[in-house]
T-cell receptor
Framework: QKEVEQNSGPLSVPEGAIASLNCTYS??????FFWYRQYSGKSPELIMS????GDKEDGRFTAQLNKASQYVSLLIRDSQPSDSATYLCAIGQGGSEKLVFGKGTKLTVNP | NAGVTQTPKFRILKIGQSMTLQCTQDMNHNYMYWYRQDPGMGLKLIYY???????DKGEVPNGYNVSRSTTEDFPLRLELAAPSQTSVYFC??????????????FGDGTRLSIL
């Protein structure tokens, strides 16, 4: 069973802090890695894609991929209350048309 | 840009009724998916399609049917609705570059209650 694991949280950080969200996966053949943000009652929204080892930065968001250790993380710098949401990790395993989604980590940013 | 459009947004059904959830995308994506998400839970794949005329079961297909007659449309049919099918339903679409999956784009969802 190919799995994607995330800490369910909740993760609580103060406004302005760095929030760190982690995701591990079991399939070494995984090739594409995505982070989605889902506000309560809304649909998942793509915030980051990463395909190769290393860091990828987009504004306050940084995705980090380490294929050897089979983890992908998302850092949110200068966290804002508007970042409070559930963050879903999703992984494409190459050769499969489906993404495997983690159960999500709920983040709360306290003013 | 419309992206992925789902209708209706909300629906209440009685036990035993049937209905079709509509999903259409305008991004010319080959791949389309139906998920359900129960409160506080993750996404569960119901059915997916890799192109017109091709569909396959996901993790929780029982009680549902799909068809894919065009690239744009991927309706989900509920036959004999049961309370266990009360959920939020999301449709998504994606493409592929070579063998590498691209991200899925989600519709706004259909909130369905079976009473």
């Amino acid at each position: 069973q190919k799995e994607v694991e995330q800490n369910s949280g909740p993760l609580s950080v103060p406004e302005g802090a760095i929030a760190s969200l982690n995701c591990t996966y079991s399939d070494r053949g995984s090739q594409s890695f995505f982070w989605y943000r889902q506000y309560s009652g809304k649909s998942p929204e793509l915030i980051m894609s990463i395909y190769s080892n290393g860091d990828k930065e987009d504004g306050r968001f940084t995705a980090q991929l380490n294929k050897a250790s089979q983890y992908v993380s998302l850092l949110i710098r200068d966290s804002q209350p508007s970042d409070s949401a559930t963050y879903l990790c999703a992984i494409g395993q190459g050769g499969s048309e489906k993404l495997v989604f983690g159960k999500g980590t709920k983040l709360t940013v306290n003013p | 840009n419309a992206g992925v459009t789902q209708t209706p947004k909300f629906r209440i059904l009685k036990i035993g009724q049937s209905m079709t959830l509509q999903c259409t995308q305008d991004m010319n994506h080959n791949y389309m998916y139906w998920y359900r998400q129960d409160p506080g839970m993750g996404l569960k794949l119901i059915y997916y399609s890799v192109g017109a005329g091709i569909t396959d079961k996901g993790e929780v297909p029982n009680g549902y049917n799909v068809s894919r007659s065009t690239t744009e449309d991927f309706p989900l049919r509920l036959e004999l609705a049961a309370p266990s099918q009360t959920s939020v339903y999301f449709c998504a679409s994606s493409s592929r570059q070579g063998a590498v999956d691209q991200p899925q784009h989600f519709g706004d969802g259909t909130r369905l209650s079976i009473l």
